[in-house]
Nanobody, 120 residues
Framework: QVQLVESGGGLVQAGGSLRLSCTASGMIYSINVMGWYRQAPGKQRELVATISTGGSTNYADSVKGRFTISRDNARNPMYLQMNSVKPEDTAVYYC??????????????WGQGTQVTVSS
């Protein structure tokens, strides 16, 4: 069983910063691409950023220059540094990872989500 657990969400004022963390646990053989997604009330879940095992990153246009995704090594944990946050960044943020567990093929796992609320 593989689990992804997010932490670091909370309430922050516009212009402030927040750092989210995602830790994977379980019978993990390898982790490939990891990413952050978010879902605001009444909206579809959307990509925020992804990072490969080699460190290549990809960002949504709405967060470029403000958010930074990183990971300590090729496995975990993974972080999302959120700077200059805006009220429109308010959402539940989900960790996502392509994980190969021992004895199974790779599949996508999701965390339970962490709430980020930005006050104006």
């Amino acid at each position: 069983q593989v689990q992804l657990v997010e932490s670091g969400g909370g309430l922050v004022q516009a212009g402030g910063s927040l750092r989210l963390s995602c830790t994977a646990s379980g019978m993990i053989y390898s982790i490939n691409v990891m990413g952050w997604y978010r879902q605001a009330p009444g909206k579809q879940r959307e990509l925020v950023a992804t990072i490969s095992t080699g460190g290549s990153t990809n960002y949504a246009d709405s967060v470029k220059g403000r958010f930074t995704i990183s990971r300590d090594n090729a496995r975990n944990p993974m972080y999302l540094q959120m700077n200059s946050v805006k009220p429109e960044d308010t959402a539940v943020y989900y960790c996502n990872a392509d994980v190969r567990a021992y004895g199974t093929p790779s599949r996508i796992f999701w965390g339970q989500g962490t709430q980020v609320t930005v006050s104006s």
